[in-house]
């Protein structure tokens, strides 16, 4: 029975070309399903380095003194070189402000933001949305602000200061 139907061909004379037809239609369909699903990739890898580098840039302003506000931006740049330089991943140059360096400051922050171009067919359903500007181009924003001393060591018994801290550790060990 198995040899007379391979003889036969696989299918009957009427469904010779319903695959392909099947097919025609459903390409362009998983294509920009695929399309779709992309795009949101893009922007939630972007999102998070954005949001490690500026976690990272408070923990190191935290460390360093005001004058060296400087250098903490610096290491957030280089932290956003992850982001490959692809239109549709970033455009044009970060805009990243970093404020609170020093032991005087309450907080330490850190403002991430850049602009990238959505992928053709997102981009024209994110003009019509109002998500991208007239250039095509979308942006994204970041903000991070952290305490700069923890609540326990503001209110310990030798506060912030470090050289009592110290002692205190030599004297144990």
């Not at 998983?30 to 890898?45: R, S």
């Not at 032991?103 to 992928?119: D, F, G, T």
Request: proline share 4%.
């Amino acid at each position: 029975m198995f040899w007379r139907f391979k003889k036969r061909g696989l299918g009957c004379a009427g469904e010779s070309g319903q695959a392909t037809v099947e097919a025609a239609m459903l390409i362009p369909i998983v294509l920009v399903g695929m399309l779709i699903a992309v795009q949101p990739a893009i922007v939630l890898y972007d999102r998070i380095v954005m949001e490690a580098a500026a976690a990272e840039g408070c923990r190191v302003l935290e460390t360093l003194p005001e004058s060296d506000a400087s250098e903490a931006r610096e290491y957030v740049l280089r932290r956003l070189d992850a982001v490959p330089k692809v239109p549709a991943f970033h455009v044009g140059a970060w805009s990243v402000e970093v404020t609170g360096a020093g032991q005087q400051s309450q907080r330490a922050s850190v403002r991430i933001s850049h602009a990238y171009e959505p992928l053709p067919l997102m981009g024209a359903g994110m003009r019509v949305v109002g998500l991208a500007r007239g250039d095509g181009l979308a942006r994204q924003e970041v903000f991070r602000e952290e305490r700069v001393h923890d609540e326990w060591a503001l209110h310990s018994e030798f506060g912030l200061q470090f050289g009592e801290w110290v002692q205190r550790w030599e004297d144990k060990a």
